[in-house]
């Protein structure tokens, strides 16, 4: 028989939050693989447990390496338990590849739900949280940060980043920029921790106040963009919406399916136009009905 694969949440902060299950989980497994086996330590310690299994670290750094290594272990029947520095494992921390590899060899996993960041920053941020996405952390390089922002510009549900608070300054201001400055967001420093901190505001007056430095972990929750309402666009410019996607490769019904729901208009409206523009061009008839 395999063995199971145990992800489990650390405390995002406060020692307290850590899940009764987690205790016997790292007393039991047969390897307990860690982020950082410094912060295991310390933790283990908090709890008042030792883990009578083998430890061995698992980070970005030897991720792809050592995966393998505890399939094989997996697959041999052993408890494998999954932690790291704070939160669920493979939420933007070391746990994809061996999640995946041991769902390829037909590993059971299962987890011991904790505490998370992403949830406890939606849930304080005063922001609408029946939908919302979790982007990660964002590039680092200015162009390629902008560039990510512009493919959620239009995003309706709320939007969750994790940052670095010597970078978070920049990436409000970024934000401002691409969101407008009036986006609400919310800014969630050092959760569950003594100096926890929410900051909420427009993006522009978050950026302001970031801009004197900023210390601890952080999570932003931004708004998501408002509804749209109708366009106020005439029919010739309905028409050139059309025939630029259609000059682009899409059929005629896609491409006017695609500028009715850019412009939040009706199908009908688009395709009156083009039909109304087809009969007043001179070449009527020449490429066939609309």
Known sequence: MTGTLVLAGTPIGDTADAPPRLAQELADADVVAAEDTRRLRRLTQALGVTPRGRIVSYFEGNEAARTPELVEELAGGARVLLVTDAGMPSVSDPGYRLVAAAVERDVRVTAVPGPSAVLTALALSGLPVDRFCFEGFLPRKAGERLTRLREVAAERRTLVYFEAPHRLDDTLAAMAEVFGADRRAAVCRELTKTYEEIKRGGLGALAAWAADGVRGEITVVVEGAPEKGPEELDGAELVRRVRV???????????????????GLPKREVFDAVVAAKNASPERGARGAV
Do not use: F, L, M, T
């Open 245 to 263: 996607r259609e000059e682009a490769g899409e059929r005629r019904k896609e491409a006017i399916a695609a500028v009715a729901a850019d412009a």
